[in-house]
T-cell receptor, first 109, second 114 residues
Framework: DAKTTQPNSMESNEEEPVHLPCNHSTISGTDYIHWYRQLPSQGPEYVIHGLTSNVNNRMASLAIAEDRKSSTLILHRATLRDAAVYYCIPGAGSYQLTFGKGTKLSVIP | NAGVTQTPKFRVLKTGQSMTLLCAQDMNHEYMYWYRQDPGMGLRLIHYSVGEGTTAKGEVPDGYNVSRLKKQNFLLGLESAAPSQTSVYFC?????????????FGPGTRLTVT
């Protein structure tokens, strides 16, 4: 699996956009990039995934660099409910999701 | 739909006792997984199943056994609990190999072994 680098923590003001970065420079050509989040005392929750093109869904947008060595999860308007640990997981097309330590997002009212 | 449910939510065991954690999903998913999460750490895969009657080892399988007798259920057993197995256990499921990275998780079981 590709190694990932994410900031340990980030802060955002409520109702402002948030850009969560992830570096995955060793990603292979067929690896998808999945993002999950884990709210306090809950199980992880699937957010979005992509391969090469940018992707949007009701929760977030995923911007993938042209060389695929990095990606950015975009929350368009952060809410208090978005405070969570966000995990970037490249190579999650097989059975095992390799969770690192992720980025802890704090949302300030 | 209930999604993925786990029973029990909390449990305290003494060293050497045994127990079974039950995971159930109502999404007709083929694949099911058991993970553990230790404080401040990411999740680690214990065992997984790619279909009814099949199981396979994940990253940290020692001390655990699993069974998948019915498609909707995946059981995790601890035959002789040890303090090192104190953790939060999460079950997950996914459709198939094409969407194996899109997993749906249960709420977790918090297990303490004293």
């Amino acid at each position: 699996d590709a190694k990932t680098t994410q900031p340990n923590s980030m802060e955002s003001n409520e109702e402002e956009p948030v850009h969560l970065p992830c570096n995955h420079s060793t990603i292979s050509g067929t690896d998808y990039i999945h993002w999950y989040r884990q709210l306090p005392s809950q199980g992880p929750e699937y957010v979005i995934h992509g391969l090469t093109s940018n992707v949007n869904n009701r929760m977030a947008s995923l911007a993938i660099a042209e060389d695929r060595k990095s990606s950015t999860l975009i929350l368009h308007r952060a809410t208090l409910r978005d405070a969570a640990v966000y995990y970037c997981i490249p190579g999650a097309g097989s059975y095992q999701l390799t969770f690192g330590k992720g980025t802890k997002l704090s949302v300030i009212p | 739909n209930a999604g993925v449910t786990q029973t029990p939510k909390f449990r305290v065991l003494k060293t050497g006792q045994s127990m079974t954690l039950l995971c159930a999903q109502d999404m007709n998913h083929e694949y099911m997984y058991w993970y553990r999460q230790d404080p401040g750490m990411g999740l680690r895969l214990i065992h997984y199943s790619v279909g009814e009657g099949t199981t396979a080892k994940g990253e940290v399988p020692d001390g655990y056994n699993v069974s998948r007798l019915k498609k909707q259920n995946f059981l995790l057993g601890l035959e002789s609990a040890a303090p090192s197995q104190t953790s939060v256990y999460f079950c997950a499921s996914s459709y198939s190999v094409i969407r194996a990275g899109e997993q749906y998780f249960g709420p977790g079981t918090r297990l303490t072994v004293t």
